[in-house]
């Protein structure tokens, strides 16, 4: 039958109160026994002995799958489980092998969904194509564009030099590009023919050679009218002959002035018309080169942006498809390792009440553990070590291991990791509770070890070799000193002694004894001053006979120490109550006087485990808080008698 989260509280609870009950009997029994059940305790003592010294730390621990494999649900969405592995079976090498399906979970959804993922898939890959295509043609008609620009500028510069020459085109160019506002002024070049070139200078030649030849034959042609004249005014000639070289004449006047005039019309127009065409054809060719290049930087611009929109989208609808295969596929989980099937439900979430139970028809969330399997041959031990114990653990100590289950071995183990940080899960329990999770090996561990079987830890802190030691009950706190009692022929002799380290059951003696001295196991208490006293005496012994009569010690307390010195006993007058009531048990077992009670020291060992629960911050000592506390909670009040009662006779 599971123990609820109520019924838990209550066995606590009722744990406590039963330790409260017997802590309180044991202190009153302790504190107000007779002197001759003092005197009897005597002979329960012990002999100093030298030998050796195990120190070490015991916590308990919960048995864990060195190796374990978690099977989480990676459905991106909430799935229901349609099958699932036996919890308990155990998975082979063979189902490993096979690719045993061990939990599988419903994808109706995602196979519908996948569909119409295809039909956007292919249609993205062919834009995708469509587009790298596309951005390989245009970078091919911008390298035909580009060198058709070039081309169409080198034949523009070739024509201008053609015309002007090389030289005069040259510079034509240079001025220019050094100042793109200031032109030239191109009917100057014709000052000096001379700086000119190409087809310009043959025409300019051309023209002035007609112009001389026409002159050349006007003058001829008028010389020979002017002997024609003389020749017919002898009437050695025809007229008719004169007609002929006066037309002639004429005609050669007439051929010289259409030379001059074409001439002129070359130098005023035909020349600046021509340079100034090829010349502007020139800055036009290296403009449309401009043009291409940005085109062309445009259109590739376009046609990369295209491709690199396309394959986006492309790689966006391949992913979702990819990404539901994969959902697809992550509905069926294979064995991968062979071990024991454990459900989540079953591990450390049974006592929550948002757990979720592991069956068929359950819905599970993204990362959410189905179950795990453990392999079983290689186990560790998941302890908590509280943090007054945790700086005295280290790697690779030895521990010995009691399975609740096997109580009758101990198994051995090493301690391997340490956490650096309090277990978080302990602040919901108790918020003042840190512990420090530890693993720890499980050396031969069998079949029949589970995983979350209780186990108790001893980690093995030091072993101390031929040290003398003493049961820890021996050592009582006296004044700020450390003390034992020594039994001697006159009674017990109080002996100051120097301890050093301690486990839960004996303690290092460094100094005060010697190896076969006896020692009570039971340190007298401090007694009242009101015993020491006679009147006192005789009270213990009018008890003793069965009077009725009242304590002396509702008188003055003696000013005397209970060793019989001088000094006052101021101690024994604050653990006497007013009216020689039931003493304090607080201050009563408060031995040294500090205001606290040290587990350890200054409470009796039956006592010891009841008294736990009581410290509240795990910090080894009960303060008056604490006391009062524990009082208020399971008494209704300070948890001592008031008035004048006395204690029973």
Known sequence: MAITGKNRRKIILAAIIAGIILTGSAIYRWTHQDRSSTASSFSSSFVVRRGDLTMSVTESGTIKARNAVEIKSQVEREATIVSLAPEGSYVTA????????????????????????????????????????????????????????????????????????????????????TDPNQRSDITALLDDPNQLGGESLQRYRELTSNIDLAKEELERTEEDLFWTQKLYDKDYVAESELKTAELKAKRMKIQWARAKTSLTLFIRYEFAKEAEKRFSDYLEAERQLERVYAQTRSRLAQATSRRSSSEARYLLNKEQLERIEKQIEACTMRATEPGLVIYASSGSRRFSSSRTNIEVGVQVYERQQIMTITDENEMDVDVKVHETNVDKVRVGQSVKIVIDAQPDKVFAGEVFKIAPLPDPQAFFGNPDLKVYTTDVTLEGANKSIKPGMSARVEILIAQLADVLSIPIQCVANRAGRKVCYLVTNNGPKEQVIQTGVFNDRFVQILEGLQEGQQVLLSPPRLMRAADKSPKGKADTTESKRGSKKKRKSDSPPSTSAPDGSKEPVQKAEENATPGGGMPDPMKRMDANGDGKISMADEVPEQARQFMVPLDTNKDGFLDKKEMAAAAKTFGGGSGRPQGNQGRPQ
Do not use: C, H, P
Not at 149 to 168: H, I, P, R, S
């Open 94 to 177: 063979e189902d490993v092998a096979n690719g045993k399906i061990l939990v599988e979970l419903d994808s109706s959804g995602l196979r519908d969904n996948i569909n119409q993922q295809k039909i956007t898939f292919n249609s993205a890959e062919a834009d995708y194509t469509d587009a790298k295509e596309s951005l390989i043609i245009q970078k091919n008609q911008n390298d035909s564009d580009i060198q058709l620009g070039l081309m169409n500028v080198k034949f523009a510069g070739m024509d201008l030099q053609k015309y002007l020459g090389e030289e005069t085109a040259d510079a034509m160019v240079g001025r220019y590009k």
